[in-house]
Nanobody
Framework: EVQLVESGGGLVQPGGSLRLSCAAS????????MVWVRQAPGKGLEWVSA????????SYADSVKGRFTISRNTSKNQFSLQLSSVTPEDTAVYYC??????????????WGQGTQVTVSS
């Protein structure tokens, strides 16, 4: 059974840092690209960052580029998102998810339960 479990969310002050982690199990972790997606209150889903299976290449949404860093530890079946210089606009539920190839492109087939990040003074 595929499972993705996030941890590390919480309350952080503007300008602060926070590290989110996602523990993966039930599949060959190194074979899949993984992503972080967030949903701010009252808004739709926003892709935040992605990292390929080998961990060597990552991409970021313009809204977080230069502030967030994605990484993965294949030996531990875990990947993380380091949030830095956060602003209230980063307040959201953050989800980790697994990427799969679907007709016409890429999709997501498994999601974690989400972890709340609140940026407030």
């Amino acid at each position: 059974e595929v499972q993705l479990v996030e941890s590390g969310g919480g309350l952080v002050q503007p300008g602060g840092s926070l590290r989110l982690s996602c523990a993966a199990s039930g599949f060959t972790f190194s074979s899949y690209a993984m992503v972080w997606v967030r949903q701010a209150p009252g808004k739709g889903l926003e892709w935040v960052s992605a990292i390929i299976g080998g961990g060597g290449s990552a991409s970021y949404a313009d809204s977080v580029k230069g502030r967030f860093t994605i990484s993965r530890n294949t030996s531990k079946n875990q990947f993380s998102l380091q949030l830095s210089s956060v602003t209230p606009e980063d307040t959201a539920v953050y989800y980790c998810a697994r990427v799969v190839v679907v007709p016409g492109g890429l999709g997501i087939d498994y999601w974690g339960q989400g972890t709340q990040v609140t940026v407030s003074s």
